[in-house]
């Protein structure tokens, strides 16, 4: 296979610097080129590094010959994120994946980026603590993933996204600047809060080596409701009904029709066929008062339109109900070879018209749209499937999205919640940010990386 064209100097510097870590091999390189998006191009080289002064001199190595850098983690993104699609050099921090301490007294576990989601959760669970993102690839997608992106997952409802579980960060500038961003303590009002402003940007302004991360203490005990609805508006006006009152759950995931059959057929559900929504709710908390919250959290969602409300008899039924809902984004590929999945997000008292919008939607391009997701916080997760062979259908498909996209804007909402932009919504942005607002990212982008080596042609526009 044909080795990498990148300059003779740069290729001898870094494979001085990182020795057989420094991949230039096609046949190396392609497991590289891709992620969930299905998108797919060929990075000239591959660098693994272990410490955070390989980062530094990697980066500042490639901004004197003006080469490309793409931060990676595993690759389970899907809007394309982590696709080298100016060539350049792929970053992977799958060898920077050291827990390198875990202090229970302070919260607080500092970890390299190269960590999986699952470990770190498995290593803190005899601490009695977790870290409250949890996406659906967090068996196996990094933290420096999950905070390059904002992850959230089910649980954000009440615990918040990546973003607000992270107390510092120390990161490579794209001018090859070690910064520290932030500070261990919950509290901190020291100049300007650049950890949030990583968290969420794509590796476009830095790389980031270490994070300090806020931990939670694992509840007690949790109880799930499963509320079936005679249709999706129904379960929609319960959503917001259920975030109006003083409880909040720690799960509120919402299914419409087209999903609730996935979650039976193909993920092995206990469903009744006839179900045209479901709300799953969880509360967690301690023996005391958790009955009392769950009362409150059935009450809210009792109203027109509820066909049954059930308490999960078991922890072993919770689980299997939360084990199919997980496994709904893979069912998808079940009903069409293709799909666009986008993870909308609005106000949560709009969540009623972002689903019959969707529905109008879904009749007015004679596509299937499935909806499930983060109903508490306001993000649906918005599955377009279609047969990419078919040039009419995938022509509707890309039209029938960007309809979506302007429909959630329309509502007050956003492209995303928490999957980020990447290529795929890149060019949605001016919809959802003013003028004035995109050119001081691109200043910030600018400030922190002056010749646009990180990450180039992703979440800005061009």
């Known amino acids: 296979m044909s080795a990498s064209p990148l300059p003779a100097a740069l290729d001898a510097e870094l494979h001085a610097l990182l020795g057989d870590a420094w991949l230039t091999d096609a046949s190396e390189r392609l497991a590289y080129a891709f992620d969930n998006s299905r998108r797919e191009a060929l990075p000239d080289a ?19 010959h003006r080469v490309p850098l793409v931060a990676r983690g595993r690759g389970t993104n899907t809007t394309g994120a982590t696709v080298p699609i100016s060539g350049g050099v792929v970053v992977s921090f799958e060898r920077m994946n050291r827990i390198v301490d875990i202090r229970p007294g302070d919260r607080c576990a500092v970890v390299e980026p190269g960590v999986l989601n699952g470990d770190l959760q498995a290593a803190l669970q005899p601490h009695g603590l977790f870290w409250p993102p949890d996406p659906t690839s967090a068996v196996f997608s990094t933290v420096g993933g999950n905070l390059a992106c904002n992850a959230g997952g089910p649980r954000a409802v009440k615990y918040g996204a990546s973003r607000d579980n992270v107390l510092a960060l120390t990161a490579v500038t794209g001018a090859g600047e070690l910064i520290e961003c932030g500070t261990a303590t919950t509290k901190g009002a020291t100049g300007y809060d650049l950890h949030r402003l990583l968290v969420g940007s794509e590796g476009t302004l830095a790389l980031i080596v ?21 249709d999706v508006s129904s379960a929609a006006l ?25 979650a039976r057929d193909v993920g092995g559900a206990d ?11 969880e509360a967690d908390g301690d023996a005391d008062t958790l009955p009392h919250d769950i009362e409150a959290l059935a009450r809210a969602a009792e109203g027109d339109g509820l066909v049954s ?16 809902r997980k496994a709904l ?27 019959d919008g969707v529905q109008a939607l ?34 509707r498909a890309r039209g029938a999205m960007a309809r979506v996209f302007t429909l959630a804007v329309s509502l007050g909402g956003t492209l995303s919640g928490e999957h980020g932009i990447g290529l795929a919504k890149r060019d949605f ?34």
């Open 309 to 324: 409300l059930d308490d999960a008899a078991d922890e072993a039924a919770r689980a299997k109900l939360w084990t199919a």
């Open 238 to 262: 319960a959503v917001a009904r259920l975030m109006a009152q003083p409880v909040t759950p720690s799960m509120l995931e919402f299914m419409d029709a087209h999903a609730v059959r996935l």
């Open 271 to 281: 469903l009744p066929a006839d179900a045209g929504a479901l709300l799953m709710i």
């Open 210 to 230: 270490e994070a300090s991360l806020r931990l939670t203490p694992a509840p007690a005990t949790r109880r799930a409701l499963r509320a079936i609805y005679r």
């Open 329 to 355: 984004s893979p069912a998808l590929r079940t009903l069409a070879p293709g799909k666009i999945n986008e993870d909308v997000v609005v106000p949560v008292s709009r969540i009623p018209a972002l689903v």
């Open 362 to 395: 879904a009749r007015e391009f004679n596509l299937p749209i499935v909806c499930f997701g983060h109903a508490g916080n306001g993000n649906l997760h918005v599955n377009l499937v279609y047969d990419p062979a078919d040039g009419a259908q995938a022509q």
């Open 429 to 462: 942005m001016p919809q959802a940010v003013t003028p004035a607002t995109l050119a001081v990212m691109r200043q910030l982008k600018a400030v922190f990386d002056p010749d646009g080596i990180l990450n180039p042609g992703k979440l800005l526009p061009p």
């Open 46 to 64: 591959v660098a693994l590094p272990t410490t955070r002064e390989q980062v530094v001199a990697l980066v500042r190595a490639c901004r004197a």
